[in-house]
């Protein structure tokens, strides 16, 4: 899944987060590389998302509930003007 639409990227991404192996990681960045979230996997219902762009935060200990909305909040501040999102999966 290298390239997707924002239109449907917090959708899409939270989808394949649930199904991640506890460890994996998986980054969304824009087009040119300077802007990037990274969704790790800690435990079976526990994410920890790093943001690294207009704003750089790590969120801690994020529970599957909390995931889409959050989600949806920082690709919209994250990647405001951008069309396509590239999509890696890899291990911590």
């Known amino acids: ?4 639409s924002t239109k449907s ?4 991404v939270f989808g394949q987060v ?3 192996e506890i ?4 980054r969304v960045e824009s087009f040119k590389g ?7 996997k800690i435990r079976e219902d ?8 207009f704003k750089k935060t790590t969120y801690e200990n994020v529970s599957e509930k909390d995931l ?4 949806k909040r920082i690709f919209d501040e994250e990647f405001p003007r951008s069309h396509q ?3 890696s999966i890899h291990s911590s």
């Open 1 to 4: 899944m290298p390239w997707i």
């Open 23 to 26: 460890g994996k990681v998986m």
């Open 85 to 87: 999102l590239r999509v």
């Open 18 to 20: 649930i199904k991640l």
């Open 34 to 40: 300077d802007r990037w979230v990274e969704i790790t």
């Open 9 to 12: 990227a917090d959708k899409l």
């Open 68 to 71: 889409k909305n959050l989600l």
């Open 46 to 53: 526990l994410f920890k998302i790093v943001e690294s762009g």
